[in-house]
């Protein structure tokens, strides 16, 4: 249950964010606003529930913190058309690469 308190966190966050994008240009409609504010409130609320699940804290920081830099890169280049160069996608690989490595070394051995 923890995994998908985790799961609704980091997609809170990618559209908080992803909103943010939206609400920086001039001109911006009140209503996304809401989204950011719900959207960041939201996934904090499913973080501390994905920690009261029993997630230790390092691993759900690390996937919740290297899942969202990695959607917001793949959302800002496909949605916002911003550049996304091979160093970029480079250091997306590395992040999804460590967040790996972190999750692996948390393993805990099966208890009998």
């Known amino acids: 249950m923890g995994y998908l308190f985790l799961a609704l966190a980091i997609a809170s966050e990618v559209v908080a964010t992803t909103f943010l994008r939206v609400v920086s240009g001039p001109n911006a409609p009140w209503w996304p606003y809401i989204v950011v504010a719900v959207g960041y409130v939201l996934s904090f609320v499913m973080l501390s529930q994905t920690l009261r699940a029993g997630v230790p804290l390092g691993i759900a920081y690390a996937v919740w913190a290297g899942v969202g830099v990695v959607l917001v890169a793949l ?38």
């Open 75 to 112: 959302i800002s280049w496909l949605v916002f058309h911003e550049p996304l160069t091979l160093l970029q996608i480079g250091g997306v690989v590395l992040v999804i690469a460590g967040v790996g490595l972190l999750e692996l070394g948390g393993a805990r051995p099966a208890q009998s």
